[in-house]
């Protein structure tokens, strides 16, 4: 007799916190599902499982409306009938940093295991494809199981398989043939259950694992319970014996099934051979990104990191860090962070990392005043901090009193190149009447006393009415604010005539002079990682730096760029030999896709050149150059279509202007790249193009963890169209591993290699005016409501930050996670504060970390400093930390916070590996 085939039926939700509604309405719906479903659990013991979509912020969502319910859902969680986690939230793992995917696993663990346990299944059922790393991460939070459904590749043909990270960390992942939908809407007929089942085993066919079961997910996007489920399961396992049918979970379920015999994937999964990867969203709405970006890293390299290490752990501003990381979570949701939402929810996002960059951004302040106030320094120095944890030097800009050649010198006595960027007396203001000026006086003398602007000295003069009139005596006032270091003047005199003035209702007039001021750029040697230099002014011309700037031509020690006056592009000549032309030729195409997808009208138009340039000298050095390009271009207005598609780019036409600004510093191997528009058309892609110095076979591009090489083709299927448009996270690199390009940006997610891998391409802006639409040209179902958009059009002035960096040999070679922390980590400075007795040189190091990169540097629980670290390369490297006592010691640690095993100083990692560092 052959053995019934179990079915496992796992009842859920998919809930998608905010989407085609906005939070608050699905909050809503959210609170009546939930209270629907104790109500049902409660009273039906066959109804045995139900899963809330992996995430628990759904859980808190709904407690912070009915927090009375709280003991029901601890139950029902503790008994394993209601499962939740391991995630916060369902994130996007393309849009978001590797360190957000780590925060949001670790707080939806931490928050599952709280409420009665966090499932121990890595369910990644929505996500627009999978990075890379995501098995490796899985693995270090003691999850053996993955769940996914999109961007498996034709190749893998069976329900199921071995799924490896760079590293060599494995997982079993569960492919959801036919989507986390595949059991929908199961009527209360237990004769139609068994048929699902049976026509469900005819559409796995082959990729069918026997002995193992089939899982069928009861529920779809924002899904109730259905409460019938558990009397028809046993209805239909009484009625027939083809199949065994269970109501039963994800945890459960997986650990019983084959495990033998499998096939392995390495690697991303992004194909959309049987289901959408929906490959647009990394160039919607480009503001989101760039917010998301910035938001990440003031977080990641400056915030979190620079609190750690300069505030004691008492002082450290766990709550204040904890509120900044839930609002990027909340946001890596992946209808949040791919901008594919309505214009509602996108506004919300936008707030979201707005508010986590103001955190963050203040609390580094807060820790550099800190060390400053630590630093034993002159009068008047600066302290320039390197937030990062490798050693380097760069730019800084300052604001000097006096006037004249001035120049920087650090604590060793070395002179820094120092540009003038302007220098003239700064000018001040006047004001006059009875109320107005006396006020402002006031305030100024308010401020003199109590730290306020400083005067150097005054003078006063009587006033009478105007010619022979009769009327009260009033007082002229001429002030001079101080410079740094110059003493402040007593000012009750001068209080009593002003206040004697205004009694007597008389005029009062003020005039307030400035300091004169210099604004200076100064290169700076190299700054210890995680570390400080002072630095002094002094009078006088510091020494040359080399970068120069004449009629459209800049050179600095590395690299020639000259500007093409009749296109606008700029060609670059490296002192190593490698020579590339045209860079940076802006092309702007028809969209007639949505926020999921690019898809061209099929009648486009495409302009690739300008109508006229004009090129002007900004800078020319010695420590930095610049030079504007701006640039007009005769661009369709909008694309004819509707909710269904676009059939081709207006006939209207409007003038554009791309104003460009090329900038090269002191010591960098790239040129900085600087887009402005005011952007008022709609319905189009604008892109910028790079040739490169050789033809490519693929790109290279960085993704959380990890240097993800990539074809020139990409797997599409009959829902989607292949298109190679990838995403990198900070730069890509095109290489044949003799000659390559690499492109820097901040915020610009895709990038594609076209012309037979002869350019690279770099989107600015899709601007698109629908959610979804129902047939585009290159998707022809929706992906999504038909909701217009009109905030998907961006409008409005946009900017653009990028950098092209040519370079010989490959990625590695060219160092490219340095050059990334060069072009996105300014160099911190603070005054110096401190005082000659303060306990701190006037140079050193808070930790020393090499040999790796880092992707965080935190305390945990107990205060203890907690380092993550990452090798990024494909051959074994050794990590090494120290601080000025020497080696430190401790243990790594799991992303749960389990100890693994101890180090002293160092700790190999495999290629591509990633590490926790628990310090003693």
Known sequence: MTEPITVAVVPHTHWDREWYQPYQTFRLRLVGLIDELLDVLEADPGYTRFLL????????????????????????????????????????????????????????????????????????????????????????AGLAHAVVWRGVPAALDRSAFWWDAPDGSRVRAEYLWGSYSNGRDLADDPTQLVARAAGYRAELGGAYLPPGGMLLMNGTDHQLPQPW???????????????????????????????????????ELRSGARSNVLMGVASNH????????????ALERRGEPLSALVLEPGRYPRALLDEAWKQLVLNSAHDSSCACSID???????????????????????????????????????????????????????????????????????????????????????????????????????????????????????????????????????????????????????????????????????????????????????????????????????????????????????????????????????????????????????????TYNYSPPADDVVVDTPDSVRVNTLESGPVRARVAIEADYTLPTHAVGDETGCSRRATDRATVTIRTVLELRSAERFVRVHTELDHQIRDHRLRAHFPLPAPVAGSDAECAFAVVHRGLTAEGGPSESGLPTFVSRRFVDATDGTVGLALLHDGLLEYEVVGDGRELALTLLRATGYLSRSQPSLRPNPAGPLEPTPGAQVPGPLAFDYAVLPHAGNGRDAALHARADEFLVPLDRVPGGGGPDAPRAAAGQLLAVDGAEVSAVTRGADGALVVRVFNPAPVATEVRIADARGARTGTAVDLRGRPTVEFTGTRSLRPWEIVSLRLD
């Open 229 to 267: 489920l558990g009397r028809i399961v046993a209805a239909a396992n009484a009625a027939q014996s083809d199949y065994r049918f269970e109501v039963t979970s994800l945890a459960e379920y997986l650990p019983a099934q084959p495990v033998v015999g499998l096939p392995t994937w390495r690697g």
């Open 344 to 594: 509602e929810v996108v506004d919300a996002v936008r707030v979201r990392y707005q508010e986590a960059f103001r955190i963050a951004d203040g609390l580094a302040g807060s820790a550099i005043t800190q060390l400053a106030r630590e630093v034993a320094v002159e009068p008047g120095a600066t302290i320039v901090v390197n937030p990062t944890a490798r050693a380097r030097g760069g730019l800084v800009e300052l604001t000097l009193p006096g006037q004249g050649p001035v120049h920087l010198v650090g604590p060793d006595g070395e002179a820094c190149a120092t540009q003038i960027l302007s220098s003239a007396a700064t000018p001040g203001f006047s004001s006059g009447g009875v109320g107005e000026a006396a006020r402002w006086l006031l305030e100024l003398m308010r401020g003199n006393e109590f730290g306020g602007a400083p005067i150097s000295r005054y003078s006063i003069t009587d006033t009478g009415p105007e010619g022979d009139a009769a009327g009260p005596v009033g007082v002229d006032v001429e002030m001079q604010v101080a410079e740094p270091l110059e003493d402040r003047c007593t000012l009750d005199e001068l209080r009593q005539r002003v206040e004697t003035a205004i009694e007597a209702g008389g005029r009062v007039g003020l005039s307030v002079v400035l300091a004169p001021r210099r604004q200076i750029v100064a290169a700076i040697g190299a700054v210890p990682g995680f570390g400080w230099r002072t630095f002094r002014t002094a009078a006088g011309d510091g020494p040359a730096a080399g970068v120069t700037a004449t009629h459209g031509a800049m050179s600095n020690e590395h690299l020639h760029v000259t500007v093409d006056d009749r296109d606008g592009t700029f060609s670059v000549r490296t002192n190593d030999g490698v020579e590339v032309r045209g860079l940076n030729r802006y092309v702007d195409g028809g969209d007639g896709g949505d």
């Open 53 to 140: 979509d992996g995430q628990t912020a759904v859980v808190d969502d709904y407690l912070a409306v009915r927090p009375e319910n709280e003991g029901r859902l601890r139950a029902l969680i503790t008994s394993g009938r209601i499962a939740l986690g391991p995630w916060s939230i369902l994130m996007d793992e393309y849009m978001v940093s590797g360190e957000t995917i780590v925060r949001d696993l670790q707080r939806g663990i931490q928050r599952g295991d709280e409420l009665g346990g966090a499932m121990n299944v890595g369910y990644l059922p929505d996500m627009f494809g999978h990075v890379a790393q995501m098995p490796q991460l899985l693995a270090l």
């Open 286 to 297: 480009v503001d989101v990104h760039q917010l998301c970006a910035a938001a990440e890293r």
